[in-house]
């Protein structure tokens, strides 16, 4: 069965950084692709930053420049390095994987993560 589960939200100031993580156990498969989505109180999941197997990412554009997608496979690891954080960007962050990439974005994806909370105060 495959788990994903999220690591390195927290607490920080306007204009600090973090680290997130996503760890998948059990097998994926090499072709899925994975995403980060985020969901503050009150407003709907949105997706942050996705990328494939060949390692074509997607960001959106509130996050372009400042935040940076990437997996290390021998790891099974996700990463998600988010420079410049401002309080807009304070949300629970989910990790999510699946096959194709239009239900991934969309976010239909097949497996999700429990999520880890990031807040930024200013």
């Known amino acids: 069965q495959v788990q994903l589960v999220e690591s390195g939200g927290g607490s920080v100031q306007s204009g600090g950084s973090l680290r997130l993580s996503c760890t998948t156990s059990?097998?994926?498969?090499?072709?899925?692709?994975m995403a980060w989505f985020r969901q503050a109180a009150g407003k709907e999941r949105e997706l942050v930053a996705a990328?494939?197997?060949?390692?074509?990412?997607y960001y959106v554009d509130s996050v372009k420049g400042r935040f940076t997608i990437s997996q290390d496979n021998a790891k099974n690891t996700l990463y998600l390095q988010m420079n410049s954080l401002k309080p807009e960007d304070t949300a629970m962050y989910y990790c999510?994987?699946?096959?194709?990439?239009?239900?991934?974005?969309?976010?239909?994806?097949?497996?999700w993560g429990q999520g880890t909370q990031v807040t930024v105060s200013s």
């Open positions: 059990g097998y994926i498969g090499r072709r899925y692709s």
């Open positions: 999510a994987a699946d096959r194709e990439w239009p239900r991934l974005v969309l976010g239909r994806g097949d497996y």
């Open positions: 990328i494939d197997s060949d390692d074509d990412t």
